[in-house]
Nanobody, 119 residues
Framework: EVQLQASGGGLVQAGESLRLSCAAS????????IGWFRQTPGKEREGVSC????????YYSDSAKGRFTISSDNAKNTLILHMIGLKPEDTAVYYC????????????RGQGTQVTVSS
């Protein structure tokens, strides 16, 4: 059974940082395109960042560039999203998923972790 469990969210003030983790079981993260998404009520899901299997190339949305860094701790089979300079518009539920980028469907996704940024 594949499980993706996100954690690390919380309530922070604008300008502060958070580090999100996504612990995976049932699959090896390094074998797939794995990414972070975020969603707020009434809005479409937004792909924030992903990391590609094999060469470790990364993708960032325009809103994430320069502020978010994605990485993979292969020893722990955990995906990390380090976010700095958080803004109120970053407020959302963040979740990790296998697929969902480059035309691929999302095969598996976790439940997500709430990030709330106050102004």
């Amino acid at each position: 059974e594949v499980q993706l469990q996100a954690s690390g969210g919380g309530l922070v003030q604008a300008g502060e940082s958070l580090r999100l983790s996504c612990a995976a079981s049932g699959l090896v993260l390094d074998d797939y395109v794995i990414g972070w998404f975020r969603q707020t009520p009434g809005k479409e899901r937004e792909g924030v960042s992903c990391i590609l299997a094999g060469d470790g190339s990364t993708y960032y949305s325009d809103s994430a560039k320069g502020r978010f860094t994605i990485s993979s701790d292969n020893a722990k089979n955990t995906l990390i999203l380090h976010m700095i300079g958080l803004k109120p518009e970053d407020t959302a539920v963040y979740y990790c998923a296998k697929g969902g980028y480059y035309g691929m469907p999302i095969d598996y996704r976790g439940q997500g972790t709430q990030v709330t940024v106050s102004s």
